[in-house]
């Protein structure tokens, strides 16, 4: 499976998005569309940048019963998204749904990874709010397998992570990781952050990039380079 550089489309509308993508001329990109984007234009916003040759990860983290799952992801594969995502905590079952839904009539199906434990939920809201009493790298790692036992491709982990994920679920499940910055950036609002070159060294399989690329000064040439450093 190739490697291949996300970049986070976390902007606010269609007008900011397009005047992104207008300064990659006919450069073919995977992107991610989360929420935001996508509640604000709709699916008219995938088809819309499909069209322009594309590839999407929707990043709608679903999390519902089981059959609910299955009739949303069966509309988003009519979508033809490249890949898209649940919580683990929905259940193994919630998971089959979802991919049942995802799956064609001919068998093809988007790629379907998993969000683990969200990187904002600490230990002690985990342990507090979710009276779940478990380390949290055991709870991620368990969530994991469960993704795995669930037929999913992969999970969205921390580069740093991607080497226990790979031990506990084989070397071809998947690892997507965000957390991305050069060396020279800011850190913004994240915490553990991980270069691509040293992603790569870590054997990640997808990097997610936001704002060293869409905020960068030249963002085709932070694309340029975050594909040199990681593919
Ligand atoms: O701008 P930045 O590179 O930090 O953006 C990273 C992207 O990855 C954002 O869209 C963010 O929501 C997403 N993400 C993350 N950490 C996770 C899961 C998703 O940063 N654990």
Do not use: W
């Not at 997507?176 to 060396?183: A, L, M, V, Y």
Request: hydrophobic fraction near 35%; glycine fraction near 6%; include cysteine.
């Amino acid at each position: 499976m190739g490697k291949a550089v996300i970049i986070a489309c976390d902007f606010k509308d269609k007008q900011e998005t397009l005047n992104f993508l207008n300064k990659f001329e006919n450069e073919k990109l995977y992107l991610k569309i989360g929420m935001e984007l996508f509640y604000s234009e709709g699916p008219e916003i995938v088809r819309e940048i499909k069209k322009r040759g594309h590839k999407i990860f929707l990043d709608l983290k679903l999390h519902d019963i089981p059959n609910t799952v299955e009739k949303a992801m069966r509309t988003l594969a009519n979508l033809d998204v490249d890949m898209t995502n649940v919580h683990a905590s929905g259940t193994i079952k919630m998971m089959e749904a979802g991919l049942r839904g995802l799956t064609k009539e001919d068998g093809t199906r988007p790629l379907l990874i998993a969000v683990t434990q969200l990187t904002s939920t600490s230990q002690k809201a985990m342990e507090d709010d979710l009276l779940i009493k478990e380390k949290i790298e055991d709870v991620v790692m368990h969530y994991a397998e469960n993704s795995k036992k669930a037929g999913l491709d992969g999970v969205v982990c921390s580069p740093l992570e991607v080497q226990a994920v790979k031990n506990r679920c084989g070397k071809d499940f998947l690892t997507i990781t965000p957390g991305i910055r050069f060396s020279t950036d800011s850190k913004d609002d994240q915490s553990r952050i991980t270069t691509p070159a040293k992603a790569k060294e870590l054997g990640s399989d997808y990097i997610v990039v936001g704002r060293s690329i869409t905020k960068a000064e030249n963002p085709i040439e932070a694309y340029r380079k975050c594909v040199e450093d990681f593919c």
